[in-house]
């Protein structure tokens, strides 16, 4: 079985090499309006020049899994800026994209908690459409439709739960098909669990993202390993590895924080239950020390009988 491993955003060990700088709409709202816009190709330049530092990281140390930050253009969806971040970047974009192809790197957005189809407000479910149509321009931009994906969560529950199932099913209507093509969802520490985010992933044939922290803050009814299988057979149709998100707690007391690094004890259940279904996968660490933490956990996976490291972010377990 071989589980390859990612990070989100951050090379750590990288210096100053941030893909998230940005410009807050108070600060660009007080420069003089012929400065505005070069600021916001200054920024977007310095951040795809840092993505691709960090993607270069990526092949140098053979890890093919990477989040980009969903910050790359500062301003993109601020209803009062929507400016061009495509075309003066055009060569950037493809130069990134061709280097994720070249060398077969799986990349992937996430973009953030407001990102839902579940609200009542017609404008919430239009800003998500907005947002979803960025990275997909983006990934678009890149030509690397096949080799990404747009990780979101369900949403709220807003009072009533199955009406708010129903109402995300509605609405994700709206949402171009090409789009809809590159989601994943996950399920959440709060509201949907394991059992209610895969119920929405076979009706809507959408991949489901596996996050096991999430899954020990909000469990379900029943035993995990009893759903597992089925949550890697909605990667059927997509034809690439189901992915899973890995973290633990940061403290009891703040259980559904990210810890600095993964604790392997917290995870080792997890993946003892996926070792049963012998299925090559993906980890996504989602951890505050991002690629270090990767990195820890890989080292520590390795000592392990039978579990060997089989490049800088994979590992073969006989």
Not at 72 to 80: G, S
Request: net charge negative; with cysteine.
């Amino acid at each position: 079985m071989e589980i390859h491993f990612g990070y989100v955003a951050h090379a750590l060990d990288l210096w100053e090499a941030s893909p998230a700088k940005t410009v807050t709409f108070k600060r660009y709202t007080q420069l003089p309006s012929h400065e505005r816009l070069e600021k916001l190709h200054d920024i977007t330049e310095q951040n795809l020049n840092h993505t691709l530092r960090i993607l270069h990281y990526n092949i140098a140390h053979e890890i093919n899994l990477y989040r980009l930050s969903s910050s790359i253009v500062p301003l993109a969806t601020h209803p009062e800026v929507m400016w061009d971040y495509i075309s003066p970047f055009k060569e950037k974009w493809l130069e990134i994209g061709n280097l994720i192809k070249k060398h077969q790197l799986l990349v992937s957005f996430h973009p953030n908690q407001f990102t839902l189809f579940t609200s009542p407000r017609e404008q919430v479910t239009s800003n998500a459409i907005i947002d979803m149509e960025y990275h997909y321009q983006m990934l678009e931009a890149m030509e690397v439709l096949d080799n990404s994906f747009i990780n979101i969560h369900i949403g709220g529950a807003y009072g009533d739960k199955t009406a708010s199932l129903e109402r995300f099913h509605k609405n994700l209507q709206k949402l171009p098909s090409p789009i809809k093509k590159q989601m994943t969802l996950e399920n959440d520490d709060k509201t949907y669990n394991v059992a209610e985010t895969l119920s929405v992933c076979q009706r809507e044939n959408i991949p489901m993202i596996l996050d096991y922290h999430h899954h020990m803050a909000n469990k379900m009814e029943g035993n995990l390993v009893d759903y597992l299988e089925d949550i890697f057979l909605t990667w059927k149709d997509s034809k690439r590895r189901p992915k899973v998100h890995l973290s633990s707690p940061k403290t009891e007391r703040e259980y559904r924080s990210h810890a600095s690094n993964v604790s392997l004890d917290f995870i080792w259940p997890f993946l003892e239950m996926a070792k049963t279904l012998n299925q090559d996968f993906d980890i996504m660490i989602e951890a505050k020390q991002k690629n270090l933490a990767m990195h820890q956990l890989i080292e520590e996976l390795s000592k392990i009988r039978g579990i060997k490291q089989t490049s800088g972010g994979s590992i073969h377990w006989k």
